[in-house]
């Protein structure tokens, strides 16, 4: 019995020196006071955003081995979590990450939901947050420690879109939205932008993990728009989408940045042709930034990447020049003085070359300067692929 304890014990400790560091330091790997730089990933690795999750994770994990994991000649340490697609998870994340791991910068988390939960936290923490996916609007409204890279915001993508169906010269628009916070403020934006030139035909809603929108889309028919608006996320819309075709419904289907993901065409297949959305990117891109960026994305993941993707990496990429930019002194006693040191440095970037746009933050909380891409592209879906039309 003696011999069993003593293996366990050994086996803890082994586990414990694989770890590296411990809790109660800051910038230091513990044992060897070697400094380091340490980034908190919020994600979501199961539940409902984990395909969302996955690329917020392998977006930065590209964009530090480009940078050999190291900031100035100092190693940097991701400590991630998965918060199961759970905005109260995700708090319990982000105050362990702060309070426990000691990080320095938060990154992410994938959805707006988990963002929004977090964001009290990181202010009352005073460390910055940065987010590449999340789009929901109110993020970046007087929040000064949250940042927004690479997404964006639904404001701008709506506005973009209320764009476009004013040039198509389409006079009246049926919606069909989640009934979640993000299919819900796709509608309000998009409503508020087209009131005064559209008539709204139709207001019909779905919750979360429904299959069957059909009872919906029999009433929208009635109706006869000159296009329907699909407010939500992929997996749902691309089921309305094949139902919408199914009974007939051909009219141009139009969206946001949720059915800018592969399985949106998997999932309604021939119907999600002549549909019409916003997205930060496009993995058909003709500039050789974007085609280089795609190369290495398929070489390391052995995967096409989408808006997502590229949207993440951005924020991922706009992390490293502030770390590149900030004074650090990377010890526990430095640690209030460093989160703070991120957070200006992050403020200062202006004119950022990225691969969705080029991106800039300023000093105030405002949407102006804490969202950094504020220009969306218009992409169709035309023989199963996204191509951008504008």
């Not at 035909?201 to 059909?214: A, H, S």
């Amino acid at each position: 019995m003696k011999k069993k304890k003593g293996f366990w014990l050994a086996s803890l400790l082994l586990v414990g020196t694989l770890l590296g560091c411990s809790a109660g330091q800051s910038g230091q790997s513990a044992g060897t006071g070697a400094k380091e730089i340490r980034i908190g990933v919020l994600t979501s690795e199961s539940g409902p955003s984990a395909l969302l999750g996955a690329m917020n994770k392998k977006g930065l994990e590209l964009a530090l081995e480009e940078v050999g994991n190291n900031i100035n000649g100092t190693k940097v340490v991701v400590i991630s979590t998965n918060d199961d697609s759970k905005a109260e998870v995700s708090l319990a994340n982000v105050k362990r990450l702060i309070s426990e791991e000691n990080v320095h910068v938060v990154f992410g988390p994938a959805a707006s939901t988990p963002a929004s939960s977090t964001q009290q936290e990181t202010e009352k923490q005073k460390v910055a947050q940065i987010g590449g996916i999340p789009a929901a609007s109110k993020l970046t409204d007087n929040h000064p420690y949250y940042f927004r890279a690479g997404a964006i915001a639904d404001r701008w993508q709506m506005k973009a879109l209320a764009e476009f169906v004013k040039g198509q010269g389409w006079k009246k628009v049926a919606y069909l939205h989640d009934s979640n916070a993000y299919g819900t403020g796709l509608y309000t934006d998009l409503s508020n932008y087209l009131k005064d030139v559209v008539t709204e035909t139709n207001k019909e809603q779905y919750k979360p993990g429904d299959k069957d929108m059909k009872s919906q889309l029999l009433k929208i028919k009635e109706q006869n728009p000159d296009a329907i608006a699909i407010l939500g996320t992929a997996v749902e819309a691309g089921a309305a989408a094949a139902q919408a075709r199914e009974l007939g419904l051909t009219q141009p289907i139009i969206g946001g940045s949720g059915l800018a993901m592969p399985n949106y065409i998997e999932i309604a297949k021939s119907g999600a042709e002549n549909t019409y959305l916003t997205a930060a990117f496009v993995n058909t891109d003709p500039r050789p930034e974007a085609k280089a960026f795609v190369e290495a994305w398929k070489k390391k993941f052995n995967e096409l990447p989408d808006t997502h993707a590229a949207q993440s990496y951005d924020a991922a990429k706009m992390l490293i020049a502030a770390l590149q930019k900030a004074q650090l002194g990377l010890t526990n006693d430095s640690l209030a003085k460093d989160r703070e040191a991120i957070k200006e440095a992050l403020t200062q970037l202006k004119d950022f070359k990225g691969i969705c746009a080029v991106q800039s933050f300023g000093p105030e909380a405002t949407p102006e300067d804490r969202d950094a891409n504020k220009n969306p592209i218009i992409v169709q879906v035309k023989n199963g692929t996204y191509l951008p039309i504008q």
